[in-house]
């Protein structure tokens, strides 16, 4: 069993940055993928970003390509999501799942989720 608990959301400006945390406890940190998907009002869960259990390789929706970054570092049990260049169309509340079993875009194939975090950009 993974328990995820997310932190960083908060209110920002268009034009702003926040930095996500989701920290880890269970399972070996390092033996699954993570990703990051987001929720606003009224709409489906969507893909934002994921990374391989090394690190090495990171994948984005292309809505938030080159203003998203995802990491993480494994000796603190921990994944990232720095996010620049906000826009009030990223505002939702911000999940980390882990353990994707297939498609990483997929919220169906994660085994384990985070309560999330709110995060709203002003205009």
């Known amino acids: 069993q993974v328990q995820l608990v997310e932190s960083g959301g908060g209110l920002v400006q268009a034009g702003g940055s926040l930095r996500l945390s989701c920290a880890a406890a269970?399972?070996?940190?390092?033996?699954?993928?993570m990703g990051w998907f987001r929720q606003a009002p009224e709409k489906e869960r969507e893909f934002v970003a994921a990374?391989?259990?090394?690190?090495?390789?990171?994948y984005y929706t292309d809505s938030v390509k080159g203003r998203f970054t995802i990491s993480r570092d494994n000796a603190k049990n921990t994944v990232y999501l720095q996010m620049n260049s906000l826009k009030p169309e990223d505002t939702a509340v911000y999940y980390c799942?882990?353990?994707?079993?297939?498609?990483?875009?997929?919220?169906?194939?994660?085994?384990?989720w985070g309560q999330g975090t709110q995060v709203t950009v002003s205009s």
């Open positions: 990374i391989s259990w090394s690190g090495e390789y990171t």
């Open positions: 799942a882990g353990d994707p079993r297939g498609s990483y875009w997929s919220a169906y194939e994660y085994a384990y």
């Open positions: 269970g399972r070996t940190f390092s033996s699954y993928a």
